[in-house]
Nanobody
Framework: QVQLVESGGGLVQTGGSLRLSCTAS????????MAWFRQAPGKEREFVAA????????TYTDSVKGRFTISRDNAKNTVYLQMNSLEAEDTAVYYC??????????????????WGQGTQVTISS
């Protein structure tokens, strides 16, 4: 069992930065693929980034490449999403997700079996 708690959301202006954190309980974190998804009002949940457990390989959706960085600290059971050069289109609820079954990152939310409650990120122009 894994419980995920996100933090770090808020309101920032266009071009600003935020760092989201997701802290996990349970020993499965160190072997789990971790990911961030986001969901804007009226839209489907969208993959943002993922990171593998031990070698830390990362993958991003095209719209955030070069602006967002996902990282993890297995000693702290925490995954981060550093978001720079934020745009109005980044406004969404951001969710942390864990995939404990399978060995590859996935952009399909149905492949993740644990989810956090979400944290709101709002970008003002």
């Amino acid at each position: 069992q894994v419980q995920l708690v996100e933090s770090g959301g808020g309101l920032v202006q266009t071009g600003g930065s935020l760092r989201l954190s997701c802290t996990a309980s349970g020993r499965a974190f160190s072997s789990a693929i971790m990911a961030w998804f986001r969901q804007a009002p009226g839209k489907e949940r969208e993959f943002v980034a993922a990171i593998t457990p031990s070698d830390g390989l990362t993958t991003y959706t095209d719209s955030v490449k070069g602006r967002f960085t996902i990282s993890r600290d297995n000693a702290k059971n925490t995954v981060y999403l550093q978001m720079n050069s934020l745009e109005a289109e980044d406004t969404a609820v951001y969710y942390c997700a864990a995939r404990t079954i399978g060995i590859l990152p996935s952009s399909n939310p149905t492949n993740y079996n644990y989810w956090g409650q979400g944290t709101q990120v709002t970008i003002s122009s």
